[in-house]
């Protein structure tokens, strides 16, 4: 048997150790398996059961007949129309800007692709404050400034609006895509370009069919992953939509679950169980369209990905970078920054200034307590999903277990039901657990349900990077005697680790901002950040806030830049 | 006609009482030193809490472990997700929390699920003034007022809204900003009330006013307040002392108040049943009144208007009088049914 065969087939080629790898994979699926399956299954309970699990009722088909109407098909479209529309707008931008950053000679490059992501981490509750402020129709910045400038009596922009929930969603996905994308676009062999340009190709065509071609286990990964999350995004929606008389599918959920005076379970788990099945045959036709193609960018050949000479267009790059930063990041996190040392949100007036909100949150206890139970999950749930999701990323992709399509199915479903259910589900299953281990309750409870979370993320963005690894690297390795596990953590992880570390800080703030989980399986003692900053904001406290988001977002430069240094040190060695 | 004989018997039976009222209160009081010690025993309590970020429940739990010496933990979450944790846990057996701190209609509906135990004799039980009073499982603890907020740049005193129906003159067509009448909360309570008080014509009018209507609370009074809007109802009344200094004021309409008010009960299983009847015993004591009543949420014990602090004092004592009415919580999906008609 050839090194290849040996690396597509690894049972085989550890024959004396088939029981011990067969064990292994068997674990890996049952871990997998409690993780999402067993959660989703009580749901699935719930939507054919009257009540909730561990109530008496009956079997029925109840919440799949509500689900079936005219009205929330209307909704369906709607919440399909919006995430597609964002998605693609999202995509086109993050896609630019990750060839600017990674393959451009756009200047302060670096900079600008911390800067770029920090959008990412801003809890949306408040820039959609922010851009409530700015383009409200009645007295928003922009319009007023609009209406100073031109005289004209109608507004320029209207928040609460198709386009102000689209707008305010891509404040996410944008800086979310670009980070899933532009570690692949850096790791490109440009000798592939290049064949394709001296084969006469235009630098479109070559763009176009060659680089774009060979990220596309990235660019659907991504593109899967941000339409989903959108089809489930809730605050957008609820803050902005609800006005205009926009419903989506979370939006009726809500509805379903908090403002029915008996929440109905039934109807709510049908409809996020019927988005679910409609979002997997989404995920199906990524199969297929992967399916049986090779992706190899990463070879044993040593490379230095071509960056190109723009001349004078790279201080156009450069502009079009700072714009989107100024427009996304500055003008809502200035707004925190300002808010935070005024007494009322976004009221400013010098008898009104104030330092009482750092005070406040620098002697609220809870909130240490709370940030010192995030980071510990954070730190060891980011972890423990990405090393989870690297495994089952490396069956997936380098492996013929027969068994790994249902691996995948299981690892992509949380990432397709709504948070809202989901946690629910996380309640039931935990707190119904039966045997003498008890999850519900503890600190444990929230850092399963943040790995069940992370890991659809974690395995999307480790089987993106895994793909692009050509298998003579991990056959180099095997030649000369290292291990599988050796392999795989100084060849395969070493070569990932650029995704590694992008997938690690995008669950790490997952699970920072998490609450629809959270809100159902904290428990005194063990609050979590997100919890914390949902009391604060009901109480009306938005300074507070406004100051926890500015300490999150110094988090977000501290790792950014631990992650940046950690990847040149291990990259030059 | 009465005899001798009757009189004698009557004083006899009179001083009879006397002497026993003294001893029962004496056994009383010896049950409730009872209760006392084994809450302490139990050393802490679980409050499950609705009024989510409400500062008024930390200075009570201050106020009442400084007494006892019993640690009370506030675990918070939207009422629906509270009322599913319990349950749960009661399913299961699991049972964390002691007492739950909620609205009156969540806790009805808690009631009719089967979610309380009898809470046994109270001291203070006698305290609460009508409209609320005490029953084998609830306990009246505050309530919340709604009003009208205006913005004092954008009205002129002349021109403000003195009652719930001068909302619908025309002039304010376009320009009221609401609490989404058609979901749970504020906008409900101000629905449900109103439409019993004054008919659903009230709200058929007020519709064709157009109003705004969302579900962001809390960002609503900064857009009052920053003239994007210059009404806004229903307004919570007990938030008049946060937005001191801004340039808005509270109106209380001619026609009264509605209101919600919050109950605390104890859950069955409780794992510390006597720390959770001391705590619901103490929400009606001074201390536990005064804890919300100097947040100008409104007590519903009597007698304590002297000693309520600053601010508060005013408005409480101008809120009393005024309470309209609360939801009924047969009626409320009904309501709400109504409500998505109307505001379409």
């Given at each position: ?34 993780l999402?399956?067993?959660p ?80 990412f981490y801003i809890p949306p509750i408040l ?107 809730f605050e ?124 406040a949150v620098w002697n609220n206890r809870l909130v240490w307590r709370a940030l010192g139970n995030t980071l510990l999950l954070g730190l060891l749930g980011a972890t423990a999903t ?28 949380p990432?397709?039901?709504?948070g809202m259910?989901l946690g629910v589900g996380f309640l039931?299953a935990y707190a ?6 008890q999850l519900y309750g503890t600190l444990w409870a929230l850092l399963v349900a943040y790995v069940t979370l992370g890991t659809?993320l ?46 690690w800080i995008l669950i790490f703030f997952i699970i920072l901002r998490e609450l629809s989980a959270s809100i159902l399986l904290y428990s005194v003692g063990n609050e979590v950040l997100s919890v914390v900053v949902m009391r604060m904001w009901t109480e009306?406290k938005?300074?507070p806030v406004s100051v926890i988001a500015l300490v999150m977002l110094a988090l977000v430069?501290l790792f ?14 | ?45 679980v409050v499950y809490n609705g009024?989510v970020g409400?500062?008024?429940?930390p ?14 933990e506030v675990l918070e979450a939207r009422?629906?997700e509270l009322?599913e944790r319990?349950?749960t846990e ?6 964390l929390g ?247």
């Amino acid at each position: 048997m050839t090194t290849r065969e040996a690396v597509l087939h690894p049972v085989r080629l550890w024959s004396g150790r088939v029981w011990g790898r067969h064990a292994a994979l068997g674990l890996l699926l049952i871990v997998v398996a409690f993780l999402t399956a067993y959660p989703l299954a009580m749901l699935v309970y719930g939507s054919l059961h009257s009540t909730p699990p561990g109530a008496a009722g009956v079997f029925s088909l109840d919440g799949y007949r509500a689900m079936l109407t005219g009205a929330n098909g209307l909704v369906l479209v709607n919440t399909i129309g919006l995430s597609l529309v964002k998605t693609g707008l999202a995509m086109v931008l993050a896609l630019f800007l990750a060839w600017i950053v990674a393959r451009t000679d756009t200047p302060c490059r670096d900079g600008l692709e911390v800067m770029i992501t920090l959008p990412f981490y801003i809890p949306p509750i408040l820039t959609a404050m922010a851009w409530g402020m700015l383009a409200t129709p009645k007295g928003g910045l922009i319009n007023l400034a609009w209406t100073g400038l031109t005289g004209s009596r109608e507004p320029l922009v209207n928040i609460y609006s198709y386009g102000g929930v689209v707008w305010h969603m891509m404040q996410y996905s944008t800086p979310f895509l670009f980070l899933l994308m532009v570690g692949a676009f850096r790791s490109m062999d440009p000798s592939l370009e290049e064949s394709s340009r001296m084969s006469g190709a235009s630098p479109w065509t070559t763009f176009r069919r060659v680089t774009l071609g060979l990220m596309l286990p990235v660019t659907t990964s991504a593109f899967l992953l941000s339409f989903i999350r959108g089809v489930e995004s809730f605050e957008s929606a609820l803050i902005f939509g609800t006005p205009a008389g926009i419903e989506v599918i979370t939006t009726e959920i809500y509805q379903l679950i908090h403002h029915a005076s008996t929440p109905d379970y039934q109807q709510a788990t049908a409809l996020a169980l019927g988005i679910m099945v409609l979002m997997f045959l989404l995920v199906a036709w990524q199969w297929t369209l992967l399916g049986g193609r090779s992706f190899f960018t990463v070879t044993g050949k040593g490379y230095r990905p071509r960056v190109a000479r723009l001349g004078r267009w790279r201080w156009v790059t450069f502009g079009f970078c700072v714009l989107f930063f100024v427009v996304t990041v500055v003008l809502p996190v200035g707004q925190l920054v300002v808010s935070s040392f005024f007494k009322f949100f976004g009221f400013y007036r010098w008898n009104m200034v104030t330092t009482e909100h750092y005070a406040a949150v620098w002697n609220n206890r809870l909130v240490w307590r709370a940030l010192g139970n995030t980071l510990l999950l954070g730190l060891l749930g980011a972890t423990a999903t990405m090393f989870l999701g690297g495994l089952i990323a490396y069956v997936l992709v380098r492996t013929k277990w027969p068994v790994r399509r249902v691996l995948e199915v299981l690892a992509w479903l949380p990432w397709m039901m709504p948070g809202m259910v989901l946690g629910v589900g996380f309640l039931w299953a935990y707190a119904l657990m039966p045997g003498p281990i008890q999850l519900y309750g503890t600190l444990w409870a929230l850092l399963v349900a943040y790995v069940t979370l992370g890991t659809p993320l974690a395995v999307r963005t480790m089987a993106g990077a895994f793909a692009q690894l050509a298998h003579d690297l991990e056959e180099c390795s095997r030649v000369h005697g290292a291990t599988w596990s050796t392999t795989f953590r100084r060849i395969l992880l070493a070569l990932a680790w650029p995704s590694f570390a992008v997938g690690w800080i995008l669950i790490f703030f997952i699970i920072l901002r998490e609450l629809s989980a959270s809100i159902l399986l904290y428990s005194v003692g063990n609050e979590v950040l997100s919890v914390v900053v949902m009391r604060m904001w009901t109480e009306g406290k938005a300074g507070p806030v406004s100051v926890i988001a500015l300490v999150m977002l110094a988090l977000v430069f501290l790792f950014r830049f631990a992650e940046r240094r950690l990847v040149r040190t291990h990259l030059s060695a | 006609m009465l005899t001798r004989r009757t009189l004698l018997r009557l004083a006899a039976g009179a001083s009879v009482a006397g002497t026993l009222r003294p001893a029962r209160s004496v056994a009383q009081d010896a049950a409730w030193s009872k209760v006392i010690e084994a809450a302490k025993k139990e050393g802490k309590v679980v409050v499950y809490n609705g009024a989510v970020g409400t500062p008024a429940l930390p200075k009570l739990a201050s106020a009442f472990e400084a007494k006892y010496g019993i640690r009370v933990e506030v675990l918070e979450a939207r009422a629906s997700e509270l009322r599913e944790r319990i349950r749960t846990e009661q399913a299961s057996g699991k049972v964390l929390g002691d007492v739950s701190h909620n609205g009156s209609t969540t806790t009805a509906l808690q009631l009719t699920d089967g979610t309380f135990q009898p809470h046994g004799s109270l001291p203070n039980a006698g305290r609460p003034v009508a409209p609320f009073a005490v029953d084998d499982h609830r306990v009246p603890i505050y309530v919340i007022p709604y009003g009208i907020l205006v913005n004092t740049d954008m009205v002129k005193p002349s021109e403000e809204p003195k009652s719930w129906k001068d909302l619908l003159d025309p002039r304010w067509k376009g320009k009221i900003l609401s609490d989404d009448v058609r979901a749970l909360g504020g906008g409900a309570v101000f629905f449900m009330v109103s439409t019993q008080k004054m008919g659903k014509e009230f709200h058929e009018k007020l519709a064709q006013q157009g109003l705004h209507m969302n579900r962001e609370l809390r960002g609503n009074y900064p857009r009052i307040a920053r003239g994007e809007y210059p009404v806004y109802v229903p307004f919570t009344l007990p938030d008049t002392l946060d937005l001191k200094g801004l340039p808005v004021k509270a109106i209380l309409p001619t026609e009264g108040l509605p209101y919600v008010r919050f109950d605390g009960a104890i859950f069955k299983g409780a794992p510390r049943p006597s720390a959770a009847r001391l705590l619901l015993d103490f929400f009606l004591s001074d201390e536990g009144q005064l804890a919300y009543a100097n947040l100008a949420f409104m007590p519903v014990v009597g007698g304590l208007e002297s000693k309520i602090a600053g601010d508060a004092r005013g408005l409480v004592s101008e809120m009393k009088p005024k309470l309209l009415g609360t939801t009924d919580p047969k009626l409320q999906d009904e309501m709400l049914k109504l409500a998505k008609s109307i505001y379409k």
